[in-house]
């Protein structure tokens, strides 16, 4: 049986958070006297400090996602709701955490910095998760295990079937990293938090959202795993500009669906035109915004294209992605150069 209190590091769990001037009182009519927080009192837009828990921004996410707002964290970038997880979690110099290369280079990143083994277990010829082994690798210090689904750079979504055994049978924390997830057909998983309570859901408004700049991450997850991150977390951690914007930008949530269906049907139009590229052997499916192909020589071929003002991302060091290019899916416009350039190099 899973049990958080087993896994929380003893450190956070003594923890006594700190407790801001907004944590403690919270302005619930305009004409209170806020002399409580040592802000500049003259008006300009940002002189308050931000609400520490974004209700605002919670409660359109809420809406648009089905979830409720106590199950949300949202972090500066999905970078730190990770970053958070790794400090909730795993005790540096003893816990290790299970990656699942060719993927997302920040879990093993923040390891690192976070002084925390890493476990890799390569996807398998299909990039989909070798559940046995990632089962057999695991040991009572893995604390916590990575599925990127959709998993980047590969661009494909794992199994449900994998998924679901790897909650059900690992010990520690799963996060699954849907960063991707508004580009695929698949269900999130975060319709079944409730069934599982060692599951973790991180989401992103950096790409369906198209708000990359303002740097909000999505944390979904028990209420439990939610109060614990929120301990530690900083105050002031989504500050106030990004918050005003994501409220803005999710009020028109038409505009991102609207949005995300152009992309989509221009990487189906992009993957047919690669076809005809006769360097290109093979594109991979993809329920992202980008779709990874194997060329005959990545690094020449990166080369030429940035010669010609081109930027897209070289992948052929990743285990299992010789010779791989990944393109992001972009405008029409920047599509069809991007065609036109493959084919005169
Ligand atoms: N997860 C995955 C799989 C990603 O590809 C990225 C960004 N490249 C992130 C997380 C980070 O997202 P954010 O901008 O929210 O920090």
Known sequence: MFNLENIIR??????????????????????????????????????????????????????????????????????????????????????NIITLPPTYGMYSVLANINAIDIISVQLDGSFQPKVDEILKEA???????FLCSPNNPTGNSFEAKS???????FKGIVVIDEAYIDFSNDESWISRLNEFPNLVVIQTLSKAFGMAGIRLGICFAS???????????????VN???????????EQFEQTQQQVKEILEERNALVTKLKSVNYISKIYPSDANFVLAKVDDATKRYNQLIEKGIVIRNRTTQPGCENCLRFTIGTPRENRILIDTLKSI
């Open 163 to 169: 998924i679901e055994r790897l909650i059900k049978e």
């Open 10 to 95: 003893p450190t956070i769990k003594a923890l006594k958070p700190y407790s801001s001037a907004r944590d403690e009182f919270q302005g619930n009519s305009d004409d209170m006297v806020f002399l409580d927080a040592n802000e500049n009192p003259f008006e300009n837009g940002v002189n308050r400090y931000p609400d520490p828990q974004q209700r605002t921004v919670k409660s359109l996410l809420s809406k648009i996602k089905g979830i409720p707002q106590e199950n949300i964290l949202l972090g500066n970038g999905s970078d730190e709701v990770l970053d958070l997880i790794f400090r909730a979690f795993c005790e540096p110099n003893q816990d």
């Open 139 to 145: 040991n009572s210090n893995s604390k916590v295990l």
């Open 223 to 237: 209420q439990d795993i939610i109060s614990i991150l929120n301990r530690i977390k900083p105050p002031y951690n």
């Open 240 to 250: 106030e500009l990004t918050q005003q914007k994501a409220i803005s930008q999710l």
